[in-house]
């Protein structure tokens, strides 16, 4: 008889956007005349710009001709597209090579994904709260698990503890949910103790394009060394509302090696490369073409005025939040604001009040962790009525 995977006992039942839409969807039902504003899911609404559309129109016109059309594709990415990461990287002051360049459908499937490099033996060091794909991914592998603090005494931007040893470790910034970002010196701390553990730092850099202070870091490798323990992982999602175009990337430097216990040297790039080739078959041809066209000069112009909408949405709930003298967090170099829960209420039970009073969705924190019990997070990934409307609406709850 085949044996299951019986990690998966440990997981929780419902994934925490499935058990939102669960909820919402019986709302709808019981009301269906009520208009739902929504505020939670991390997902975008503005349409691809122009040259990315005019791009993929004409990838789609290559795949109509014999002399261009194109079949299975590199499963690293094409050329074009990473020489195009390549050198988005240098202009933000960090050299790569472009064979440490890996394009895929997106970062929640490489954060996943990545663990097929590391032994089940490792410790995994999480913030709490976090993003859930990195602890249940790491829960349907039977790792063991340790969890960091993220609490509002920190500003939610956990530091290394000397007294703890990890050898994988998951840092997001700016961060999903809390939307803090850390600075240089905070990431120099963070690099410093990964060499000193013989750690492996797996960096979400998936909001780096929200970050408007220039002092701040938006990738891992803006620090020394860091190419000598850090793993990055970018999307297009967020950056250029490729949320259902699907097209990511992954930094694995060359210089991350060990020594095998049969004493050869394995490197992970070369270990992500075999496992791309064999699991992978790549990002179709029209998409990475699409892709290409965000990093170029006119691409970059557009992408940067979509995210300023949403920087718009963003200022709207934190300037709301400022009104009524809620405690909150991000807003300004993140889409996301993380606030504390009025009248003292527990995640969930405020997730209720909003959606059955005044119709609004957002996503209580309990579902990033524990340490998120008391705290909610609303996205800017709306448009700019819906989300005054939203604020509005919010503020009735307090009269």
């Given at each position: 008889m085949a044996k299951f995977n019986e990690n998966y006992l440990n997981l929780k039942e419902s994934y925490l956007f499935s058990e939102i839409a669960k909820r919402v969807s019986a709302f709808e039902k019981a009301e269906p005349d009520k208009r739902i504003i929504r505020l939670g899911i991390g997902d975008v609404t503005l349409p691809l710009s122009g040259r990315v559309i005019e791009s993929l129109h004409s990838a789609v016109d290559e795949m109509s001709k014999a002399d261009t059309f194109k079949g299975y594709g590199p499963e690293q990415g094409y050329d074009f597209l990473r020489n195009a990461i390549k050198d988005y990287y240098k202009r933000n002051g960090v050299e790569l090579d472009a064979d440490e360049i890996f394009v895929s459908d997106g970062a929640k499937s490489d954060t996943g994904n990545i663990t097929d490099l590391f032994s089940v033996d490792n410790t995994v060091l999480i913030p709490d709260p976090v993003y859930p794909v990195y602890v249940d991914t790491n829960t349907m592998n039977g790792r063991k698990i340790i969890y960091m603090d993220a609490t509002a005494d920190n500003g939610f931007l956990p530091m290394p503890d000397p007294n703890i040893h990890a050898d994988m470790i998951y840092l997001c910034s700016p961060n999903n949910p809390t939307g803090a970002v850390y600075n240089k010196e905070q990431l120099e701390q963070w690099v410093e103790y990964a060499l000193a553990n013989d750690a492996v730092i797996l960096f979400d850099s998936a909001y780096e394009s929200f970050i408007q202070d220039k002092s701040l870091p938006r990738s891992i490798y803006a620090i020394k060394d860091a190419k000598k323990c850090a793993i990055e992982f970018c999307s297009l999602s967020k950056t250029a509302g490729f949320t259902g175009t699907r097209c990511g990337y992954t930094i694995v430097p060359k210089a991350i090696t060990q020594k095998a216990s049969n004493g050869s040297e394995m490197s992970l790039n070369k270990m992500w490369n075999r496992r791309q080739t064999t699991k992978f078959n790549g990002v179709p041809y029209i998409v990475q073409r699409g892709a290409a066209a965000v990093f170029t000069e006119e691409?970059?112009?557009?992408?940067?005025?979509?995210?300023?909408?949403?920087?718009?949405?963003?200022?709207?709930?934190?300037?709301?939040?400022?009104?009524?003298?809620?405690?909150?967090?991000?807003?300004?170099?993140?889409?996301?604001?993380?606030?504390?829960?009025?009248?003292?209420?527990?995640?969930?039970?405020?997730?209720?009040?909003?959606?059955?009073?005044?119709?609004?969705?957002?996503?209580?924190?309990?579902?990033?962790?524990?340490?998120?019990?008391?705290?909610?997070?609303?996205?800017?990934?709306?448009?700019?009525e819906n989300t005054a409307e939203a604020m509005e609406r919010f503020e009735t709850l307090f009269k």
């Amino acid at each position: 008889m085949a044996k299951f995977n019986e990690n998966y006992l440990n997981l929780k039942e419902s994934y925490l956007f499935s058990e939102i839409a669960k909820r919402v969807s019986a709302f709808e039902k019981a009301e269906p005349d009520k208009r739902i504003i929504r505020l939670g899911i991390g997902d975008v609404t503005l349409p691809l710009s122009g040259r990315v559309i005019e791009s993929l129109h004409s990838a789609v016109d290559e795949m109509s001709k014999a002399d261009t059309f194109k079949g299975y594709g590199p499963e690293q990415g094409y050329d074009f597209l990473r020489n195009a990461i390549k050198d988005y990287y240098k202009r933000n002051g960090v050299e790569l090579d472009a064979d440490e360049i890996f394009v895929s459908d997106g970062a929640k499937s490489d954060t996943g994904n990545i663990t097929d490099l590391f032994s089940v033996d490792n410790t995994v060091l999480i913030p709490d709260p976090v993003y859930p794909v990195y602890v249940d991914t790491n829960t349907m592998n039977g790792r063991k698990i340790i969890y960091m603090d993220a609490t509002a005494d920190n500003g939610f931007l956990p530091m290394p503890d000397p007294n703890i040893h990890a050898d994988m470790i998951y840092l997001c910034s700016p961060n999903n949910p809390t939307g803090a970002v850390y600075n240089k010196e905070q990431l120099e701390q963070w690099v410093e103790y990964a060499l000193a553990n013989d750690a492996v730092i797996l960096f979400d850099s998936a909001y780096e394009s929200f970050i408007q202070d220039k002092s701040l870091p938006r990738s891992i490798y803006a620090i020394k060394d860091a190419k000598k323990c850090a793993i990055e992982f970018c999307s297009l999602s967020k950056t250029a509302g490729f949320t259902g175009t699907r097209c990511g990337y992954t930094i694995v430097p060359k210089a991350i090696t060990q020594k095998a216990s049969n004493g050869s040297e394995m490197s992970l790039n070369k270990m992500w490369n075999r496992r791309q080739t064999t699991k992978f078959n790549g990002v179709p041809y029209i998409v990475q073409r699409g892709a290409a066209a965000v990093f170029t000069e006119e691409g970059m112009k557009e992408a940067q005025a979509m995210i300023s909408i949403y920087r718009e949405n963003a200022k709207i709930i934190s300037d709301t939040m400022d009104r009524l003298g809620i405690r909150y967090f991000g807003g300004v170099n993140s889409p996301y604001i993380w606030f504390e829960c009025p009248f003292g209420m527990e995640s969930w039970d405020f997730f209720d009040k909003m959606l059955n009073e005044i119709q609004v969705v957002g996503t209580p924190g309990a579902g990033f962790g524990a340490n998120g019990n008391n705290f909610f997070r609303l996205t800017s990934f709306n448009n700019k009525e819906n989300t005054a409307e939203a604020m509005e609406r919010f503020e009735t709850l307090f009269k």
